[in-house]
């Protein structure tokens, strides 16, 4: 191995340049090595994969592990591993093979394009609802608060049973997890509150199951395989509560900012529905919410890229700067909702690639045809430097959106 660049004076994560273009060290280092080694917050370092052929690569390979409880896993928040819960049951995301795959595919028939399209007319309803109250609303209103929001947390709180009175108390503890500016002990008291709320609610659940819900019927299936285990189902609960409405939020209100500034686009949207699918690939490769989700840690020696990775050093397979590779998409750092590239990894890759995004899609997809139907003349509120960005979070987005519909 020669002349890699040594660049652990760049301490991960990096901000982006701006809200719609990724950290310029992306573009510098996938330029010039794209293999490189970056420093963390804890002082320790890491290799960041730059280039979209490069972090498919490492995604799909099992000498990569995703076990966060491993000591030498990459982490992104400094204090994140002094603040692990030992009695926590790891989630999916931190599972390799042998037992990744049985956890996958206990769940994994609740996310088929099939159930998904059964849960469509309550989405449209839920959304109209929402877009009810936006119309109701005299002068400027938040987007966020309205729309972005309520609409993940009413779907995944109804898709697994959880009250949805109780969303405000999840959603508070979640902004916590994801701050970068909060403290590891405010981040702990979160993480140990949503925790201990599902906990109460599994157990709940488990006095009488029942097959209206996604824990009920995980329950009632997992007992007759003689396979329940409570700790387990509080970890997916909690995989899937957090992973189901920060997202899509977040990406419910870029997306709307994104068409609203680019009138060109959406005007094509506009005038064929049957676009908004591929624009949604479009959004989701353009934004890419969570970049660094990714980290991984070698099982064995690997080479990427002709960088050799030894056993026991992290990596950042970083996921915007991919969806950014001009080897992989023309013109990258253009919004063109004509590109059509399923091939981006804004959804990750591999084993672990997102277990919910036929849900995400319908939810965008939805929100996105009712909307721009229903209110033709929305506008932003305020100038675009105005808007609250959530630069400090592990995943991206607006805190609000002000909006105007009249």
Not at 35 to 54: F, M, N
Not at 72 to 100: V, W, Y
Not at 343 to 366: P, S, W
């Amino acid at each position: 191995m020669t002349g890699v660049m040594e660049t652990e004076d760049l301490t991960f994560p990096l901000a982006r340049e701006c809200p719609f273009s990724p950290p310029k060290e992306y573009k510098e280092i996938r330029e010039s090595e794209p293999i490189s080694k970056v420093s963390l917050p804890d002082g320790t370092w890491a290799w960041a994969i730059t280039r979209h052929e490069d972090v498919r690569a490492a995604l799909s390979d099992p000498r990569f592990s995703a076990d966060r409880t491993n000591p030498n896993f990459p982490m992104l928040i400094k204090g994140q591993r002094q603040n692990q819960n030992p009695d926590f049951e790891k989630t999916m995301l931190s599972m390799d093979a042998p037992e990744h795959g049985p956890a996958r595919r206990a769940v994994l028939g609740e996310f088929t394009v099939r159930r998904m399209e059964a849960l469509r007319p309550r989405i449209q309803e839920i959304v109209d609802e929402r877009i009810d109250a936006l119309l109701a609303a005299d002068g400027e209103v938040d987007l966020v608060a309205e729309l972005s929001l309520p609409v993940p947390s009413l779907v995944i709180c109804e898709l697994l049973g959880v009250p949805y009175e109780d969303h405000e108390f999840f959603q508070v503890r979640t902004a916590s997890m994801l701050s970068r500016t909060a403290t590891p002990l405010e981040r702990r008291a979160a993480f140990d509150g949503v925790v201990d709320y599902l906990d109460e609610l599994v157990t709940a659940k488990e006095a009488a199951p029942s097959e209206g819900d996604l824990l009920g019927r995980q329950i009632l299936k997992l007992r007759e395989e003689g396979t329940y285990h409570h700790g387990k189902l509080v970890s997916l609960s909690f995989l899937l509560l957090l992973a189901g409405h920060e997202t899509t939020a977040n990406m419910i209100s870029l997306s709307t900012l994104a068409l609203l500034r680019n009138p060109e686009q959406l005007a094509i949207v506009k005038a064929d529905p049957g676009k908004t699918l591929v624009a949604i690939e479009e959004l989701l490769r353009y934004f890419t919410i969570v970049d660094a989700a990714t980290a991984r840690v070698a099982v064995a020696d690997v080479e990427i890229g002709g960088v050799t990775i030894k056993k026991d050093e992290g990596i950042l397979a970083l996921g915007y700067s991919a969806n950014r590779d001009p080897a992989a998409f023309e013109n990258p750092d253009e919004l063109d909702i004509d590109r059509g590239a399923r091939h981006h990894v804004a959804f990750g890759f591999g084993a672990h690639q997102c277990l919910g995004q036929n849900l995400a899609r319908m939810e965008l997809q939805i929100v996105i045809d009712t909307l721009f139907k229903r209110i033709p003349d929305l506008k932003i509120a305020v100038p675009e430097t105005e808007l609250p960005f959530k630069d400090d979070a592990a995943i991206f987005g607006l805190y609000a959106l002000p909006v105007t519909c009249k």
